[in-house]
């Protein structure tokens, strides 16, 4: 089966370009949402992630100590490093067990943040990447998260450039409120499902 990467800078709109891909019938693997749920249900990257942070990572309950792995993790690239490094193999195996239910799809897509930062770009046969212009992106971020302009900036730091990941992207989609997005949208699902048909 067809295997789409879709990816953006935080605020980019790639969730709504992909909630549009939805309504066109386009089975869409949220792998940020997932990357959460795992810490809970998956067994091996649990034990994994009280050996590298300590018993304090979870609660009596078996709970993930969100804030005690974030004081962590968001102060210190190194161990954020070491997190993603834990995480990314637990949603990959998420996303193959994923896609091996899809039946009857032309073809899936797999959004993620760190597309090409986790190398999980390399398990799709095409990347699709949206941009939009910085003061557009921090603007939403800032309405949407309830937080500061320092903040939304300090997110984007931490992720790769527009300029690196436009290096690896297959397809650009303009998320500029000058370009009209749908069209652009319809036509690389089309492509899609041309190629999905021959593979």
């Known amino acids: 089966m067809l295997k789409i990467g879709i990816t953006g800078g935080i605020g980019s709109g790639k969730t709504t370009v992909c909630k549009v891909f939805e309504l066109l019938g386009v089975p869409v693997f949220y792998a940020d949402d997932v990357a959460k749920s795992v810490m809970h249900t998956d067994p091996v990257l649990r034990e994994a992630i009280i050996k590298t942070f300590g018993t304090e990572s ?8 969100r ?3 974030s004081s962590i993790v968001f102060k210190d690239q190194t161990e ?6 834990l995480v990314h193999p637990a949603v990959f195996r998420a996303f ?20 090409f930062e986790s190398k999980s770009y390399e398990m799709c046969d095409q990347t699709i990447l949206v941009l939009s212009p910085e ?15 320092l903040e939304v900036r300090a997110r ?20 500029d ?14 492509q899609f499902k041309a190629l999905a048909a021959i593979e």
């Open 58 to 65: 979870y609660s009596i309950k078996g709970e993930l100590n």
């Open 67 to 69: 804030s005690y792995i």
């Open 80 to 85: 954020l490093n070491k997190l993603n490094a």
């Open 96 to 115: 193959d067990h994923w896609v091996s239910g899809q039946n009857g799809a032309a073809y899936v897509m797999k959004e993620a943040a760190l597309l």
């Open 135 to 149: 003061p557009a992106r921090i603007q939403r971020v800032m309405e949407r998260d309830k937080i500061t302009e």
């Open 156 to 175: 984007m730091n931490r992720q790769w450039t527009d300029d690196e990941k436009k290096k690896l992207a297959g397809h650009i989609l303009l998320n």
């Open 177 to 190: 409120e000058k370009h009209l997005l749908i069209p652009e949208i319809i036509k690389l699902h089309q």
